[in-house]
């Protein structure tokens, strides 16, 4: 009797599991505030690529437009509003849409912010580890150097928590090399043309510098150098296309990126259908460590021509995609298609 | 009745498309409720202030730039002084923003009027200044905000004597915009400055040759423009409880709900009902676009069409009945 009682039970669990595993029904909303840019181009066909190849999203509903925090907790209400089963959110600011992602909570939606921290609790987040970004970069950076001189320190946008992850890495490698001063602070917005203009005002200055560090607005600067026909120093960037490309190329340069995957995007979806599925991450955070490619050594330099992928816009990262966590392929990430497209 | 209709004309159009659009998105979604016209009317705030303060100026036959800027800067200005405060001190706080949004507004009628530069080149120069200022002020988003602020435009209106599923379409946004806008417009359009400023905006030279002083006109004018962009300014802080240095997208949806509304850009002509309802329009039609999930790289082509069309269909409609 108590056999027929377990085997009964095994069969419904069983029958639960196949049920939800196969449950291709979800709708994933997803919130953005910076457009035309390539990291979040890519996060955005991460995410449209993940949706797709998971096999469990019906629908994505993207707000994607460039809109300051009272407008993303416009976007994520509207979500909410459309009844959406999970929220992928990069955030505007950490604490400005706490109200929204609370409300979306309360609705029942899972909300995961991917890239950046943001001050709700209820929220889960997925991130690459910034600060450890920063720290890679700059220590590899200042040891180049020498550890003295002056360094140009090119940051992100003012504000965003991702900027001031970095800027706290960034300030702890410079910690262990009293020598090394900085010799300009610049925000860049993370934009290509803005970063430019900001690194030819300074060359146009006179005053020598060792070093550049760059919060990923990297490609635009060696152009900047070869072009003007400065010294060129070392520039630490991110795993963008072009700025590898150039790593592989440019006579004379050195220089390291640091990964910071777009793809973080499609992580996103993969842990708010684990969320969905009722596998709940050990932590609110997971962070993805960072690694280095630098061209300096033999080792590095072979890291470098692997990763290389001249096929990609320059201003994509090169790793699009996350072991363990994205199972698309290339040619899906990059024709940019989500489910019913 | 047809009298009414004529003077009001492109407000009635207007409301009527609201509600089509209102009943377009029950039919998109059919669980659109009281909820989420909530959740509309407190996007529609931080634009609605934006575009009263244009509306005023623009009336006035002029056009300010730093509307936009003026909110972010009133906006810091509110959440650093309210970082870590007492609950009273917000008190003193709303008071001061205020007076700081209304000074800094008469700054810019000040300017137009001693110097004679024309508006658009005034208003772009304090634009830039206000958004150097906003960034000292916070080089970061930050600060803080007091919480009854906050409360003031979250939930709804408890009505004495009506269901919940009635009071339930009274959002506390939704009275405190009005009450706000109506202190400010009704005295304004009642008084002899109110006429002054359609004066001025109608031909600066007759309204000068009846007697109007057209440079404290003028002047009064930017100041409440101010005025209305401190208190954008501090809806997003309500909003969002932090203070943002880098100004949002308000100022060229303060001039499109302006046209949208009915208000000549030539100036004296329209009021503030018309812009208040086009921000409700396009807000609502956002919340369409969201809900339909076009492609987000389509949806501003989308809202600038559909505005265009509105207004080329407007005018068509003036002119026929002029013609008749």
Redesign the interface.
């Known amino acids: 009797m108590k056999n027929w009682i377990k085997m009964g039970l095994g069969a419904l669990g069983a029958s639960l599991l196949t049920s939800s595993a196969y449950a291709a029904d979800y709708t994933i909303g997803v919130s953005n505030t910076v ?1 035309g840019n390539g990291w979040r181009e890519e996060m955005i066909c991460a995410i449209k690529a993940q949706a797709l190849a998971s096999g469990k999203v019906a ?13 993303q ?3 994520i ?7 959406v089963n999970a929220i992928v959110v990069n955030p505007a ?1 950490p ?5 929204a992602l609370a409300e979306a909570t309360k609705a029942g939606i899972v909300v995961v912010a991917v890239d950046q921290m943001v001050t709700e609790p209820s929220a889960y987040i997925i991130s690459n580890n910034q600060e450890q970004y920063a720290y890679l970069g700059a220590k590899w950076l200042f040891e180049q150097m020498g550890g003295k001189g002056n360094v140009v320190y090119m940051r992100g946008a ?2 965003a928590s991702a900027d ?1 992850d970095r800027d706290k890495g960034f300030k702890r490698a410079l910690a262990e090399f009293p020598d090394v001063k900085v010799a300009q602070e610049t925000f860049t917005g993370w934009q290509q043309d803005q970063g430019k203009q900001q690194i030819l005002d300074y060359i146009a200055t006179g005053v020598p510098f060792d070093g550049i560090w760059t919060s990923g607005i990297d490609n635009v600067i060696v152009d900047a150098l070869v072009e003007s026909q400065a010294p060129l120093v070392p520039v630490v960037g991110a795993d963008n296309a072009g700025f590898v490309g150039q790593l592989n190329s440019v006579e004379g340069l050195k220089g390291a990126a640091v990964t910071n995957p777009g793809s973080i995007g499609g992580a996103g979806v993969t842990l708010a259908l684990q969320i969905l599925d009722g596998n709940k991450p050990a932590q609110q955070v997971v962070l993805v460590e960072p690694s280095l490619w630098e061209n300096v050594t033999d080792a590095g330099k072979a890291q470098l021509k692997a990763a290389a992928d001249p096929s990609l816009s320059p201003e994509w990262p090169v790793s699009i995609s996350i072991p363990e966590w994205t199972t698309y392929t290339k040619d899906q990430i990059v024709a940019c298609k989500g489910p019913g497209e | 009745m047809s009298r009414f209709l004529r003077r009001h004309g492109w407000v009635v159009g207007l409301s009527a498309l609201f509600v089509v659009l209102f009943v377009a998105t029950r039919i998109i979604q059919p669980g659109y409720g009281a909820g989420d016209f909530g959740s509309l009317v407190r996007a529609v705030l931080p634009y609605a202030f934006a575009v009263a303060a244009q509306t005023v100026v623009v009336i006035a036959g002029g056009i300010d730039l730093s509307v936009a800027a003026m909110m972010a800067f009133t906006s810091v200005t509110a959440a650093s002084m309210m970082a870590g405060a007492s609950e009273e001190y917000a008190i003193f706080v709303v008071p001061l923003v205020l007076a700081l949004g209304f000074v800094l507004g008469a700054v810019n009628g000040i300017l137009i009027v001693v110097t004679r530069v024309p508006d658009i080149v005034v208003t772009l120069a304090t634009l830039f200044i206000l958004q150097g200022a906003a960034l000292l002020v916070l080089d970061a988003p930050g600060g803080g905000v007091a919480e009854w602020l906050k409360g003031l435009i979250i939930g709804t209106v408890p009505i004495p004597g009506l269901p919940d599923a009635v009071t339930a379409w009274f959002p506390k946004a939704l009275l405190l915009l009005v009450v706000l806008l109506c202190a400010v417009w009704i005295p304004l359009k009642r008084s002899r400055l109110g006429l002054s400023i359609y004066a001025i905006g109608s031909s600066e030279l007759a309204a000068f040759r009846s007697g109007v002083p057209v440079a404290r006109t003028k002047i009064l004018a930017y100041a409440i423009a101010g005025l209305f962009a401190a208190m954008g300014g501090l809806s997003l802080t309500m909003s969002t409880g932090i203070g943002a240095p880098i100004p949002g997208p308000y100022l060229l949806a303060s001039v499109a709900a302006v046209v949208l509304g009915g208000v000549a850009l030539g100036g004296g002509r329209g009021g503030l009902l018309g812009p208040i309802i086009a921000v409700f329009v396009l807000r609502l039609v956002r919340t369409d676009l969201t809900l339909l999930a076009i492609d987000p790289n389509v949806t501003a082509i989308v809202e600038g069409s559909i505005m265009v069309a509105v207004v080329m269909f407007g005018a068509y409609v003036t002119i026929r009945s002029r013609a008749s």
């Open positions: 457009q629908k994505l509903n993207i707000a994607h437009r460039n809109t300051d925090a009272a407008g907790s416009e976007d209400r509207n979500l909410i509003s459309a009844k600011d604490a400005g849409i706490q109200a003012a504000g001031s």
